[in-house]
């Protein structure tokens, strides 16, 4: 691409109008889907969508159908293609048992959390847990 083609800012979106996307967001979430527009904020709508959870060496998809995302909360933003030797490293289950797989890692991640904060304490010392988009589940 030469620097007279250049688009600024998200007018550099349009170049990715009715590409496969992956989208992460500041919640921590993923979403794969077609970009099928586009405005000045970068806010998104994404048509044929999926959130894709990841536990370990197991992914789960779920169906999402035509999503808007607010550009605000847009972390990352790429073009993606699905290869085969990726999918052969991970295992696909359903939807159902990748959100009981995350709701389990979620639970470890509290109880682990809630051990180190008395460890913490019977140290005299504070702790306060991270905040992640994992705790946003």
Known sequence: MS?????PGTASLLEELDKKLMVLLRDGRTL???L???DQFANLV????IERIHVGDVYGDIPRGVYVVRGENVVLLGE??????VKDKLKKVSWEEILE????????KEEADKLRAKAFRDRGLSYTA???????Y
């Open 3 to 7: 620097m007279s083609s250049y688009l």
């Open 130 to 136: 991270e905040s992640t988009y994992e705790d946003t």
């Open 80 to 85: 993606i293609e699905e290869r085969e030797e």
């Open 32 to 34: 794969i889907g077609t």
């Open 36 to 38: 099928r527009s586009v």
């Open 101 to 108: 797989k995350q709701a389990v890692q979620q639970a470890e």
């Open 46 to 49: 994404l048509q044929h969508c």
